[in-house]
T-cell receptor
Framework: DAGVIQSPRHEVTEMGQEVTLRCKPI?????LFWYRQTMMRGLELLIY????????DSGMPEDRFSAKMPNASFSTLKIQPSEPRDSAVYFC??????????FGDGTRLSIL | SQQGEEDPQALSIQEGENATMNCSYK?????LQWYRQNSGRGLVHLIL?????REKHSGRLRVTLDTSKKSSSLLITASRAADTASYFC????????FGAGTRLTVKP
């Protein structure tokens, strides 16, 4: 099993640019989660999907953030325009049924 | 949402010693899970204890659950330098929120 795959692993970009983070969940998993981790705020749940449908996006900080899941094997988290305070590690996780979540290794995002 | 809160925030011990971390939560649960995060990596699931269980073992890990006190503890016995990581508890599969975690440092 390949696990949850996130890309890119690292992203450095300038303020104002659009950033797109990608996630491929484990095949067969019907739940997908996006988290953000910073020293100040810890690990925050941003949004999660069930069967490609967003269930709870109350953690999405602002309208600059958007997430999509066009199919069961792919999801994106987009920030437009990006700001320095968006710098963080972004994790994707997936699961199915009553099973623990499987996490990707994250995307370390730096906004200059 | 269901969120666990871990304590202490940081714990530093010598290799070979035991490490105990605690988790408190506020709502009723079906189960409680512990995760580990190594530096620069995603969280990895360690162990799950169901609400009708009081204690569970997995290798050097021992988890207890007290639903009357809404608390759980994770004990790592005979710690190793490789156990250095952050440890988190979580109380739901889906709408899962994490506390700040316990940062464990095991000195060789």
């Amino acid at each position: 099993d390949a696990g949850v795959i996130q890309s890119p692993r690292h992203e450095v970009t300038e303020m104002g640019q659009e950033v797109t983070l990608r996630c491929k969940p484990i095949s067969g998993h019907d739940y997908l989660f996006w988290y953000r981790q910073t020293m100040m705020r810890g690990l925050e749940l941003l949004i999660y999907f069930n069967n490609n449908v967003p269930i709870d996006d109350s953690g999405m900080p602002e309208d600059r953030f958007s997430a999509k899941m066009p199919n069961a094997s792919f999801s994106t988290l987009k920030i437009q325009p990006s700001e320095p305070r968006d710098s963080a590690v972004y994790f994707c996780a997936s699961t199915t049924g009553n099973q623990p979540q499987h996490f990707g290794d994250g995307t370390r995002l730096s906004i200059l | 949402s269901q969120q666990g809160e871990e304590d202490p925030q940081a714990l530093s011990i010598q290799e070979g010693e035991n490490a105990t971390m605690n988790c408190s939560y506020k709502t009723s649960i079906n189960n409680l899970q512990w995760y580990r995060q190594n530096s620069g990596r995603g969280l990895v699931h360690l162990i799950l204890i169901r609400s009708n269980e009081r204690e569970k073992h997995s290798g050097r890990l021992r988890v207890t659950l007290d639903t009357s006190k809404k608390s759980s503890s994770l004990l790592i016995t005979a710690s190793r330098a490789a156990d250095t990581a952050s440890y988190f508890c979580a109380t739901a599969y889906n709408d899962m929120r994490f506390g700040a975690g316990t940062r464990l440092t095991v000195k060789p």
